[in-house]
């Protein structure tokens, strides 16, 4: 067993030194690697220190070669900037030196030309002062003259005049008087022909038709049952329409009929419409009346403004404002002698263009003034004041051009005319009026006219009687030949028109026609 544990002891030392001995081996040659891979890496890295440096030294040499040429390039492109700034300098110094002697010369030709006008102006003062006192002299020897023919022919220069137109007057009466006629007739032939000729043109340009309109104030009921049902019971529904609308509902034994009465022809047609509608719905209550009334009033707000636009586009005036548009669709629903004024409105509107186009005036203008010019009368019933007063407030309200407003306001004759369009706006209108069928007027009215007529020329003295002919359009006045003479005639035919001019109103002309009959009566026996 001891021999055992020795030698296996033995066994056990002689391996434990032989993997010392390995574990020492491998220590150095591990130990020699490193030191010959370090030798090596370190003559790799002096190898690729050398050719980085290397590198680095031609970059440099490069750069500074490339910095040498840049510096010379700026260096030879400052010497030409300087030398081209010098030049430029030299010429801009002789350029300053020439414009200042030209401003020298100028100066010297402005101060030469201002002497010789102050000399020229010095002698016109003279020439000025000895003109004054040879006039001063002139009119003194013309007084002197004139207190000695008055003293030679005993009268004053006044009464001397008199004299002399007097005589001449008397001498030549019957010379001047037809002259005078002659030259009024020549006159008025060459303005009634160009008149006619600007008038007829206009009229044959525009062709739109016209009839007499009435605004329609009734309505026809489909079954004469619904009359009891439009009065209701104990009439609350016809009290309920009345009070909605404001317009009055007469029912009375017209058969299948209703008739709407109001004032204000807005209201009118408001009612009619609701009266329509419930109609159609077949039931009518005060609840259903309140609905119908208040759609028929926004129907009518509707087609006032479509009506108001179709106005303006037809007439090609599109830059009024939208207000002014809407009222001028109220004008639909006015009728002035039974004619519908937006239509009358409508025809002024294309009659003064033409007019204007042909007297070379301001077409825009003339057409919107005539359209513009009976705007007033789409409120007249609810505001106090004449359409053409209520037209102008509406028309400044809306700041509608001031030459539009002075062409409009003076077609009454209510201000003065301030342009030719005015005239233009004014001779549309009568046009339009006193087209053959264009207005119905009362029979009441015309006898009334033609009696005033008759009345104004009673007032002046020395006529003895008047007749109003040819519808009114004529009046014919015989003076008593005694105390009216020819100059007479002629001063009283003027002195009637105006007076027709100044306190009445009608469409169109009236020809004043004074007669002075002279009869010489013998008799031979």
């Not at 390995?22 to 020699?32: A, M, Q």
């Not at 002698?123 to 002299?137: A, F, P, Q, Y």
């Not at 008199?162 to 002259?179: A, F, P, T, Y």
Request: net charge negative.
């Amino acid at each position: 067993m001891l021999v055992v544990f020795l030698i296996s002891s033995r066994v056990k030392s002689q391996n434990y030194y032989n993997m010392l001995y390995l574990i020492l081996l491998g220590c150095v040659g591990l130990v020699i690697g490193f030191f010959s891979g370090y030798t090596t890496r370190s003559r790799v890295a002096v190898k690729d220190v050398n050719s980085i440096e290397q590198k680095i030294k031609t970059k440099l040499d490069e750069a500074e070669r490339e910095s040498k040429e840049i510096v010379n390039k700026a260096q030879e492109k400052a010497t030409t900037i300087i030398d081209e700034a010098r030049n430029e300098e030299k010429e801009r110094k002789l350029s300053w030196q020439k414009t200042e002697e030209r401003l020298m010369k100028r100066e010297e030709v402005v101060s030469r030309d201002s002497e010789i006008i102050r000399a020229h102006s010095l002698e016109l003062r003279k020439e000025e002062e000895r003109i004054v006192s040879l006039r001063k002299d002139a009119e003194g020897l013309v007084i002197a003259a004139e207190e000695n023919l008055q003293k030679i022919a005993g009268l004053s220069k006044e009464e001397a005049k008199n004299q002399i137109v007097k005589k001449v007057k008397d001498d030549n009466r019957e010379e001047i008087l037809s002259l005078i006629k002659k030259m009024e007739t020549e006159k008025s032939e060459e303005v009634e022909k160009k008149t006619l000729d600007v008038i007829t043109t206009a009229l044959q340009r525009y062709s739109r038709g016209h009839i007499s309109d009435i605004t329609t104030t009734s309505y026809i009921l489909p079954g004469e049952d619904l009359k009891g049902k439009i009065i209701g019971r104990e009439g609350r529904n016809i009290k309920t329409l009345e009070r909605l609308t404001g317009a009055e509902f007469i029912i009375d034994e017209t058969p299948d009929t209703v008739l709407i009465s109001s004032f204000d022809p807005v209201r009118r047609e408001v009612a009619k419409i609701a009266i329509e509608k419930l109609v159609q719905d077949g039931r009518i209550q005060p609840a259903k009346i309140e609905e119908k009334v208040e759609e028929a009033q926004q129907e009518i707000e509707k087609r006032t403004q479509k009506i108001g636009e179709e106005a303006v586009y037809e007439v090609g005036i599109l830059d009024l404002p939208k207000e002014i548009v809407h009222i001028l669709g109220r004008l639909h629903f006015r009728s002035s002698y039974g004619q519908n004024v937006l239509e009358h409105s409508i025809e002024v509107a294309h009659i003064s263009g033409m007019i204007a186009s042909e007297l070379g005036c301001n077409v825009e203008i003339a057409k919107k003034a005539g359209l513009l010019h009976d705007i007033g009368k789409a409120i007249d019933q609810e505001v106090v004041g004449s359409h053409v007063e209520l037209g102008i407030k509406i028309l400044k309200k809306y700041n509608i051009d001031e030459r539009v407003i002075q062409a409009m306001m003076s077609h009454h004759d209510d201000y003065p005319f301030a342009s030719a369009e005015s005239y233009i706006v004014t001779a549309g209108d009568i046009v339009s009026a006193a087209r053959p069928g264009a207005r119905r007027g009362m029979i009441e009215q015309y006898i009334k006219r033609l009696e005033e007529l008759e009345r104004v020329t009673k007032e002046f003295a020395g006529v003895k009687n008047s007749y109003a002919v040819s519808a009114g359009r004529e009046l014919r006045v015989f003076v008593v030949p005694e105390k009216i003479d020819d100059f007479g005639a002629v001063q009283l035919a003027k002195d009637i028109a105006g007076k027709i001019e100044a306190e009445m109103k009608y469409p169109g002309d009236i020809k004043v026609v004074v007669i002075r009959e002279v009869r010489s009566v013998e008799y031979a026996r």
